[in-house]
Structure formats: structure tokens, C-alpha cells
């Protein structure tokens, strides 16, 4: 039976857990563009996504899975402008969006990435 590793554990998540060759993130928020564009809080995630896969020996090309959530559904084109180019052609992992509201209400988005080691 594959070791479960659980890294950045608090009260009620994992930042990240690591089963056999397949790591579930929990969603990432924007860090440094809280209350910015669609655009910025876009490459805000997904920069913070790429570091978490290159800290742990994966890259964006090994995504599996990612799950998008947009606090306004008229941002999905703003927000998909930057995804096409951050995703890696040939690549691109199965991904479903939603309109939801967030946490905080300077959230634009979230997402949740699935990935393999």
C-alpha cells in the first residue's frame, strides 16, 4: 500500500497530499494580487501552482486534472487568456469551471490542480 504524505497540515486541510505517484493540491487563492485584474490574480495562481509542482518534482506538463473557480462567470475569457498560454500544448489536463463565490470577496478565482509526480 502506497505512503500517504501530507505536507503543510493544519486544523481542517493539507496544502498538498502525496499518494503513490499522484499529488491533490488544495486551491490557491491569490497571494500577491488580491483585489487586481482577472488577469493578475490568474498569473498570481498559477505562478504559486508551478512553484508547488517544481518543489516536489513535477511540472505543469504532468497536471492531470484542475478545477477553476471564477466569482464572475464573465471573467472566463479574461481568465482563459492567460491559462492557454501557461498551459503546456498537448498537455493540458481535464479541468472543469465554475462561477462560485469565494472566500474572500477580492478572490476572482481558485483553483485545485491534481498532478503527477
Known amino acids: 500500500m502506497a505512503e500517504i504524505k501530507r505536507i503543510g497540515v493544519a486544523a481542517r486541510y493539507s496544502d498538498l497530499v502525496i499518494h503513490g505517484n499522484t499529488a491533490y493540491f488544495s486551491g490557491y487563492v491569490p497571494e500577491t494580487s488580491i483585489g487586481q485584474s482577472v488577469t493578475e490574480q490568474t498569473r498570481d495562481v498559477l505562478a504559486q501552482i508551478e512553484q508547488s509542482l517544481t518543489e516536489i518534482g513535477s511540472d505543469k506538463s504532468k497536471l492531470l486534472q484542475a478545477t477553476i473557480w471564477l466569482t464572475d462567470m464573465a471573467s472566463y475569457d479574461e481568465m482563459n487568456a492567460v491559462w492557454d498560454t501557461w498551459v503546456v500544448p498537448g498537455h493540458t489536463p481535464a479541468r472543469a469551471c465554475v462561477q462560485a463565490r469565494l ?10 490542480v491534481t498532478a503527477a509526480l
Not at 103 to 112: G, K, N, T
Open 103 to 112: 472566500a474572500d470577496p477580492d478572490y476572482a478565482l481558485e483553483i485545485q
